[in-house]
């Protein structure tokens, strides 16, 4: 099984585009926290994942996805490769493709997480041939 749940931060949000074939396109990162137990001291990690979105969904939620807020995103993880801008060596980058997606931030004043509905997103909506998507490649502008 190839799935993929993070619970965390955005990081970095792009602005929403389109593939050459005008099909919406939205990619951000997620930061995800843990506490690591390292030689009897806490150490604080963080892991970055790579996150795209495509469709009608990635087109409506864009105004909303701002970094910092506390997300969930459910999908499969993707590897692309492309061709470095400087000398053209082969390189290959990863990325959540998401299928779900939840803002997870708890409601000032309350213990009670204020969770969105659940923005979920068939795996058709990736654009159908790989080289169709190549303006939003993450290894292409190091997001």
């Given at each position: 099984?190839?799935?993929?749940?993070?619970?965390?931060?955005?990081?970095?949000?792009?602005?929403?585009?389109?593939?050459?074939?005008?099909?919406?396109?939205?990619?951000?990162?997620?930061?995800?926290?843990?506490?690591?137990?390292?030689?009897?001291?806490?150490?604080?990690?963080?892991?970055?994942?790579?996150?795209?979105?495509?469709?009608?969904?990635?087109?409506?939620?864009?105004?909303?996805?701002?970094?910092?807020?506390?997300?969930?995103?459910?999908?499969?993880?993707?590897?692309?490769?492309?061709?470095?801008?400087?000398?053209?060596?082969?390189?290959?980058?990863?990325?959540?493709?998401?299928?779900?997606?939840?803002?997870?931030?708890?409601?000032?004043?309350?213990?009670?997480?204020?969770?969105q509905p659940p923005v979920n997103q068939q795996q058709s909506a990736e654009p159908a041939a790989a080289g169709d998507d190549d303006d939003w490649g993450f290894g292409q502008d190091g997001l």
């Open positions: 099984m190839n799935r993929q749940q993070i619970l965390g931060n955005l990081g970095r949000v792009e602005p929403l585009g389109y593939t050459p074939s005008g099909t919406p396109a939205l990619k951000f990162s997620v930061a995800s926290n843990e506490t690591i137990r390292r030689n009897g001291q806490n150490e604080k990690h963080t892991e970055w994942f790579n996150c795209k979105m495509y469709g009608k969904r990635a087109e409506s939620i864009a105004p909303y996805v701002i970094g910092g807020k506390k997300v969930y995103v459910d999908g499969p993880t993707r590897i692309e490769k492309y061709a470095d801008k400087n000398g053209g060596a082969d390189r290959i980058s990863t990325y959540v493709l998401v299928d779900t997606f939840e803002f997870a931030e708890k409601k000032e004043g309350s213990g009670t997480s204020q969770s």
